[in-house]
C-alpha cells in the first residue's frame, strides 16, 4: 500500500502544478455531463484544488449547456490524462454551481482582465448564430477591456466546484501497469488495470 500511497500524493503535487502551470497536461481536462439525452465531454481549464476533501475548480459561463447540465445532473466525471508520464487520472464528482455568491464574487475579483472578457459576450456559450462572431465585444479583440467596463461580465460568470466522490489511477508501464481507486473515505486499493 505503500506504493500507491506515494503515486497518489505525486498525482495530487502534478494537480497543484497544473493550476498555475499552463504546460502542464493536467492543466486541462476533460469533463463528462449529462444533458436530457446523452453524455456530453468538453476540455475544461483547471483553476484551483484543495486536498482535504479533495476538490478540483474551473470557472464557466454560467449560459453555458454544461452549467444547465451540472444544475440538473450534479453527478459527472472529469478525466485528466498525462501522455508523457503515461498516467490516467478519473475522479467521480459532484459539482456545485457558485453563481451570484460569495465564492464566485472571491473568485471573480482575482480574476485578470483578459478573462473576464470571455464573459462579457453578448452569446450564450452553444447558441446558434447566422455567422461568424468571436463573441466578446469587439472594442477588445486586440486589448484587455477596462476594469469597470469588464464587471459588466460578472453577470455570466460562475465558479464551479466538483467534489470528488471516488479516484480512480492507473499509471500504464511496459512491464505490468498500475490501476488503484480511492474511494470517498480515503481508502487506498488497488483494481486490475
Known amino acids: 500500500m505503500d506504493r500507491i500511497k506515494k503515486l497518489y500524493k505525486a498525482e495530487l503535487e502534478y494537480l497543484k502544478d497544473a493550476i498555475k502551470n499552463?504546460?502542464?497536461?493536467?492543466h486541462t481536462f476533460t469533463l463528462a455531463s449529462l444533458n436530457?439525452?446523452?453524455?456530453?465531454?468538453?476540455?475544461?481549464?483547471?483553476?484551483?484544488?484543495?486536498?482535504?476533501?479533495?476538490?478540483?475548480?474551473?470557472?464557466?459561463?454560467?449560459?453555458?449547456?454544461?452549467?444547465?447540465e451540472l444544475i440538473n445532473h450534479?453527478?459527472?466525471?472529469?478525466?485528466?490524462?498525462?501522455?508523457?508520464?503515461?498516467?490516467q487520472v478519473r475522479f467521480k464528482c459532484k459539482a456545485?454551481?457558485?453563481?451570484?455568491?460569495?465564492?464566485?464574487?472571491k473568485v471573480w475579483v482575482k480574476t485578470a482582465l483578459q478573462?473576464?472578457?470571455?464573459?462579457?459576450?453578448?452569446f450564450a456559450p452553444s447558441q446558434?448564430?447566422?455567422?461568424?462572431?468571436?463573441?466578446?465585444?469587439?472594442?477588445?479583440?486586440k486589448t484587455d477591456p477596462e476594469k469597470k467596463h469588464s464587471e459588466e461580465?460578472?453577470?455570466?460568470?460562475?465558479?464551479?466546484?466538483?467534489?470528488?466522490?471516488?479516484?480512480?489511477?492507473?499509471?500504464?508501464?511496459?512491464?505490468?501497469?498500475?490501476?488503484f481507486k480511492v474511494d470517498n473515505q480515503q481508502n487506498l486499493f488497488y483494481l486490475s488495470p
Not at 486536498?51 to 449560459?63: E, G, K
Open 22 to 26: 499552463g504546460s502542464s497536461l493536467f
Open 36 to 68: 436530457a439525452n446523452s453524455p456530453e465531454l468538453r476540455t475544461i481549464v483547471l483553476r484551483d484544488l484543495t486536498i482535504n476533501p479533495l476538490q478540483i475548480y474551473f470557472n464557466a459561463d454560467y449560459r453555458s449547456p454544461k452549467v444547465q
Open 74 to 87: 450534479k453527478y459527472c466525471s472529469a478525466l485528466f490524462y498525462d501522455v508523457n508520464r503515461r498516467v
Open 96 to 105: 456545485t454551481v457558485h453563481y451570484q455568491n460569495d465564492v464566485s464574487n
Open 115 to 122: 478573462s473576464r472578457k470571455c464573459y462579457m459576450g453578448p
Open 128 to 141: 446558434k448564430l447566422d455567422e461568424w462572431h468571436p463573441n466578446i465585444p469587439k472594442e477588445y479583440l
Open 153 to 179: 461580465g460578472y453577470i455570466n460568470f460562475c465558479h464551479i466546484g466538483l467534489e470528488v466522490l471516488e479516484s480512480d489511477i492507473l499509471h500504464l508501464y511496459h512491464d505490468g501497469h498500475i490501476r
